[in-house]
Every structure is written in C-alpha cells, then in structure tokens.
C-alpha cells in the first residue's frame, strides 16, 4: 500500500470523491476533502473516522478562483506540501443544446474543466514541493460526445487536452499527471432527474472499482487509466471508425419516437 503524507480530494462530499476519500483515509497522514456540499462533506467527514488533526475540511467552490485560493490559504499553515490531488468535482449539466440555458451550459463548463485547473493551480506550490501527483477524472464522454450532455462531453474533452498539453510543462518540475477514462460509475450523479437515455442503459461500475485501478496506477505515475479496459475499443473506434459510435449515439442517446 502506498503511504502519501497529504493527499486532496475535490467533490468529496459525495459519489466518487467520497470513495476516493474512503480509500485514502487509511493511506493518507493527512486528508484535505474540498466541495461545494457542506453537509455532503460533513458527510463524508464523519464517515471516515479519522482525527480531526488528520483531516481537514474546505467548503469552496472550484469554479470560484478567490474563494477557492482565499480558502486553501486559511489552511496553509496546516499543509506545506501534497503528494496527490484528485480532481472529481463535477456536475453533469444534463439536457439539449439548443434548449439549454446558456447559462446551465457555462456552469458545466466552468465547474467541470475551469474548476479542474484552478484546484491545480491553487495547490501548484504544495505539489512542487512533494514533487506530487494529479489525477484528474475524465470520462469516456471525452471519447466520444454523448447527446444529451453536450456541455458535459464539451468539458470532459477539454479536460484530456488541457491534462496533455500540461504534462510535460509539469514533469520538468517532477509532477505526474494520470487522466481517468471511466464508463458509467454507478454514483448519485446519474440517479439525479433529467438523466439523459444515454446514461441509462448499459452496465454501471462500481465506484470502488475506479477507485482502486486509480490508486494502483498512481505510484507507476501511468498517463492514462481506461475503466474498464474495453473502454481502450472505444478511444481506438473514435479514431478509426467513428461512425461506429454514430451509430450508437444515435441508436442510444436520444428517446426513440
């Protein structure tokens, strides 16, 4: 098992940060959890058993650059380095394009991709000193765009190419950077009103499955997780056959008449 001395976790008031934080509670000298729920974080927080001098608590929005730094140096004197951060806050957005509010497509936007470099940013120092790790949770959305999630897929593919185009400008200073390829995990993200069809059907996966193939590829600092890994066939078709996946946007994103 692999020991980190501080670790961070944002959107771990629930779902898969809070599995995250499950997991690393027991690998983690210190734990920071970050989100927006302040009860879903006192949640979490409770659940996890761990002392208060070990665990600390920030409620900030990521999408929120003065709240979100103005917290992280409350606790500054509390943390001077992290080994690793993972990057879980986001939010779906559901519903079409053309009769979405502009407004809901933006927050999507600046939650899921903005929320996911301001936490880098924000922490940056922290992670040159530990020469730590970033995982930043993608989907298999950035593969392929998904109706009915049009801000969502937006996003997601964003995230995968702000993370490439970051690497190697982070490796220099001795930061990884592991971008996440996860199907469907079963969270209460996709049990929320307004679920798309294309997220209700096909199998979901447990999010302790992503949890773990995640923490196993951290200390091998791995660049790319794809869970499970026919989610690899998916990644090959998008550049190979496309209209494949057309196909099955077609067939599975939209209601049938």
């Avoid at 629930?14 to 997991?23: E, L, M, N, T």
């Avoid at 974080?41 to 600390?56: M, N, Q, V």
């Avoid at 990521?62 to 690793?84: H, M, N, Q, Y």
């Avoid at 000193?129 to 897929?153: C, D, E, F, K, M």
Wanted: glycine share 10%.
């Amino acid at each position: 098992m692999t020991h980190y001395r501080t670790a961070l976790i944002t959107g771990a008031g629930s779902g898969i940060g809070r599995c995250f934080a499950a997991s690393l509670s027991a690998q983690a000298s210190k734990l920071i959890l970050l989100d927006i729920d302040e009860p879903g974080l006192t949640a979490t927080a409770t659940s996890l058993g761990k002392s208060s001098a070990d665990l600390i608590t920030v409620t900030a929005d990521v999408a929120d650059i003065p709240a979100l730094e103005g917290r992280l140096k409350e606790i500054a004197g509390l943390v001077d380095s992290l080994d690793l951060l993972i990057n879980c806050a986001a939010i779906l957005g559901p519903g079409e394009w053309a009769s979405q509010a502009p407004a809901d497509f933006e927050r999507v936007l600046r939650v899921d991709l903005l929320g996911t470099a301001n936490a880098i940013r924000a922490t940056l120092p922290w992670l040159r000193r530990a020469r730590g790790h970033i995982v930043n949770i993608a989907s298999t959305a950035a593969l392929h765009g998904w109706p009915g999630l049009a801000a969502y897929s937006a996003a997601k593919f964003a995230v995968v190419g702000y993370s490439e185009g970051i690497r190697a400008e982070l490796a220099r200073e001795g930061i990884g950077l592991t971008v996440v390829f996860p199907l469907l995990i079963d969270t209460p993200l996709l049990n929320r009103p307004g679920t798309p069809p294309i997220l209700r059907s096909g199998r979901r996966i447990p999010p302790e499955l992503v949890v773990r193939k995640v923490l196993q590829a951290v200390p091998t600092r791995r660049r790319r997780v794809y869970i499970p890994g026919t989610v690899r066939v998916i990644a090959a078709l998008q550049g190979l056959a496309p209209s494949l996946l057309d196909w099955y946007g077609a067939r599975f994103g939209l209601e049938r008449p």
